[in-house]
């Protein structure tokens, strides 16, 4: 069981990036996909969140309509593309897979920075 995030990087403040998370090992539109992110010295965040029942998707206060998940169930991948962003969104972005307890699975992170 894997997931990889990829897509991280510096960016400038109001600019974009695209995150992706493969998952290898299971099946992902079992599972309910999420990102979370941590900064140094915060707790984790979550940010936003797709079931697996109905496709229902949730966000952040902090990042409603500046970011968008969504999931390709045929590749096994889901996705956040961020928009306009914030010095205050500099963080390590996670992607999780939960299911139940003993099917909560994380990836490693991805490191996005925003920065002028």
């Known amino acids: 069981v894997q997931l990889v995030e990829s897509g991280g990087g510096l960016v400038q403040p109001g600019g974009s990036l695209g995150l992706s998370c493969a998952a290898s090992g299971f099946v992902s539109s079992s599972y309910d996909m999420r990102w979370f992110r941590q900064a140094p010295g915060k707790e984790r965040e979550l940010v936003a969140t797709?079931?697996?029942?109905?496709?229902?998707?949730k966000y952040a206060g902090s990042v409603s309509g500046r970011f968008t998940i969504s999931r390709d169930n045929a590749k096994n991948t889901v996705y956040l593309q961020m928009n306009s962003l914030k010095p205050e969104d500099t963080a390590v972005y996670l992607c999780n897979a939960y299911r139940d307890y003993y099917r909560n699975y994380w990836g490693q992170g991805t490191q996005v920075t925003v920065s002028s």
């Open positions: 797709i079931t697996s029942a109905d496709g229902t998707i």
